[in-house]
């Protein structure tokens, strides 16, 4: 059973940084997609950043340059750096691992950006 424990969200000032991590069990090898989706209140889960087993990334638009993702597939972990966050990142991040046709999910991380 794949699991997903997600860590590092919290309240952080308008350009400010937070890091998350989401560590993965249950699951074998590398050749699975993960990354992070967010929902902020009274919107739709939207696609943050993915990373495939060989380092390939893929970012929104909205985060392009300020936040970065990696993993390290020898702990089956993923990260989420942010930087120079901003009041619209405020959301639940939730981390993601896709593989053949199944999504895993974790059970989200509140990020909040307020002054």
């Known amino acids: 059973q794949v699991q997903l424990v997600e860590s590092g969200g919290g309240l952080v000032q308008p350009g400010g940084s937070l890091r998350l991590s989401c560590a993965a069990s249950g699951i074998i090898g590398r050749t699975y997609l993960m990354g992070w989706y967010r929902q902020a209140p009274e919107k739709q889960r939207e696609l943050v950043a993915t990373?495939?087993?060989?380092?390939?990334?893929n970012y929104a638009d909205s985060v392009k340059g300020r936040f970065t993702i990696s993993r390290d597939n020898a702990k089956k972990t993923v990260y989420l750096q942010m930087n120079s966050l901003k009041t619209e990142d405020t959301a639940i991040y939730y981390c993601?691992?896709?593989?053949?046709?199944?999504?895993?999910w974790g059970q989200g991380t509140q990020v909040t950006v307020s002054s």
């Open positions: 990373i495939t087993g060989g380092g390939n990334t």
């Open positions: 993601n691992i896709h593989l053949g046709r199944n999504d895993y």
